[in-house]
């Protein structure tokens, strides 16, 4: 980490990882407790690349909102936003889905997702997974669970 730091001049491969001011506690705490190569590979999905990009071009405060009219937003409400889009966006691929028994089982899985009850953090460092999400960001690949 010091040296992809040092040389970012040189190579810039660290914004690829999505290692930043927004994600640098995060990834620091994985990396210690043992992820390795999944730090990255969960760092760099495109979900977390756009809240941390919006985050930082923010300068750490996002944007008015009515719910806290009076001060800009922390980045938990950009997170909630984030979280918000992704699963209309999810939402909407479910619809496409033509098998009956396939769409209901996606919906079982939204509504786990929707409800705080995911259970199965174990793919979400699943390598494999986080391999193919990132070569087909726009497929339902990652959230097979």
Avoid at 26 to 31: D, E, S
Wanted: contains cysteine.
């Amino acid at each position: 980490m010091v040296n992809a730091h040092v040389d970012v001049a040189k190579d810039p491969y660290v914004f690829d990882l999505n290692v930043n001011s927004c994600t640098y506690n995060i990834t620091n705490f994985l990396l210690r407790a043992g992820k390795g190569e999944s730090t990255f590979l969960f760092l760099a999905q495109p979900a977390l690349k756009e809240y941390a990009d919006e985050y930082n071009n923010s300068g750490g405060l996002y944007g008015q909102n009515l719910k806290y009219e009076a001060e800009k937003t922390s980045k938990y409400a950009l997170l909630d936003e984030k979280i918000n889009i992704y699963l209309k966006r999810l939402w909407s691929k479910i619809q496409d889905i033509k098998d009956k028994n396939d769409k209901m089982q996606w919906v079982k899985k939204l509504n786990e997702i929707r409800s705080g009850n995911f259970t199965n953090w174990k793919i979400v460092f699943d390598k494999d997974t986080a391999k193919k999400a990132l070569k087909n960001p726009d497929s339902l690949i990652g959230l097979e669970f």
